[in-house]
């Protein structure tokens, strides 16, 4: 089948790139062509006259967000005081994101967690989720109609808001060149410490150099004016290392034969949440760990309702029977725990347990994944 030129752009995306100079640009072209476009430009085009730095100023309250991007704010909503501090929640729709980004979304900032935005199927969507779910949740969020995804930036910017020749990486936007820094490259993986917490495997996503004067104390000896360097540092969970002002050592870089312990870390997290029954993870060496949650042999009924039971106690002649409501919680995960320790707080042992009859609950609680439900 064969095209005119116009039939070419009758349906397109948009795209963004950089001269060869780093101008940044934004076009449109055929579906599909975004990535020939933006390699051509870069290596075949010098300047633009027309350059893409146009902004539009999104507002919030009595301040503003700018973008590079033709966004149209539908609903807005600030507030002077959510729970440390100020917040505001916004519906936006980006009618030119580049390819890879989606354009309907619900976008909020508090003090607490910085910024989130929520990815809905439809304009509609975002509107109701924004009248009827608000600040709530991510779980609430995900339970409402239309939901697809939920990023968290925190003190990252989100894409949407890139301004000038900011580069977009995955989810967020960042000045040129800040992922020059000689240590903390992005992508690159460090072990990162806290307080109050276990150290954590965090990706960097590029750091900042901050000039700072220092202060002259009169009663110090040799006292220095001159400015000094120091970094603040981005990771993928929206946090920021600031270097001369945390009060944990600094990160470690992860070497690359220690890269199977944020795997097996990965791993073991979904094990736990319920997501997955095996664990596999490359060791580097050429060797392999292979594990996998094993359950009891004897399926033991974790899951909310009502139990004929009948149990021998030890020293009795006849068996006790009777109806018992069972809810599991961490102490009694299953009905037969349950029984158990009501029968042993009232100094009795249990020689056997048997389960007649069930009624489950099917809107309950059970069992799901490596810990009993709370």
């Known amino acids: 089948m064969t095209y005119d030129d116009s039939d070419k752009f009758s349906s397109y995306q948009h795209g963004e790139g950089h001269t060869g100079i780093g101008q940044p640009i934004k076009f449109t072209c055929p579906i599909g062509g975004s990535a020939q476009v933006a390699e051509f430009v870069r290596t075949h085009v010098r300047t633009i006259e027309e350059s893409a730095t146009k902004r539009v100023l999104i507002g919030h309250g009595i301040y503003g967000s700018y973008s590079r991007y033709d966004i149209v704010q539908h609903r807005y909503h600030g507030v002077g005081n959510h729970g440390n501090g100020g917040a505001y929640l916004e519906v936006l729709e980006i009618r030119s994101s580049p390819e890879g980004h989606w354009g309907v979304v619900t976008h909020r900032y508090t003090e607490k967690e910085g910024s989130v935005f929520i990815e809905w199927e439809t304009l509609g969507a975002a509107l109701s989720a924004f009248a009827e779910v608000g ?3 991510a779980e609430k969020h995900e339970a409402h109609p239309g939901f697809k995804r939920w990023v968290l930036c925190g003190k990252l910017t989100p894409w949407f808001y890139a301004i000038g020749n900011e580069e977009l990486v995955g989810d967020f936007a960042f000045p040129r060149g800040m992922q020059d820094d000689p240590v903390y490259r992005l992508g690159k993986k460090f072990v990162v410490f806290d307080k109050e917490e276990p150290p954590h495997i965090k990706t960097c996503m590029g750091a900042r ?10 009663r110090s000896c040799g006292g220095d004016d001159k400015p000094y360097c120091y970094r603040h540092v981005y990771w993928d ?7 001369g002002v945390s009060m944990c050592k600094p990160p470690r870089p992860l070497e690359e034969g220690e890269l199977w312990i944020a795997e097996a870390m990965d791993r073991f997290r979904e094990l736990l949440a319920g997501k997955t029954a095996k664990v596999q993870v490359d060791l580097g060496d050429g060797n392999k760990f292979v594990g996998k949650f094993v359950k009891e042999d004897r399926v033991t009924p974790t899951a909310e309702g009502i139990y004929l039971i009948r149990v021998k106690i030890k020293g009795e002649d006849e068996a006790r029977e009777g109806l018992v409501g069972f809810n599991p919680t961490t102490e009694d995960p299953d009905v037969v725990k349950y029984i158990t320790r009501q029968f042993t707080a009232q100094g009795k042992e249990i020689e056997h347990i048997e389960i007649k009859e069930r009624k489950r609950n099917r809107k309950g609680k059970k069992w799901a994944g490596v810990f009993p439900p709370l």
């Open 135 to 137: 600040y709530g949740t």
């Open 209 to 218: 150099f901050f000039s700072k004067q220092r202060s002259i104390n009169p």
């Open 237 to 243: 969970d929206g946090s920021v290392w600031c270097e």
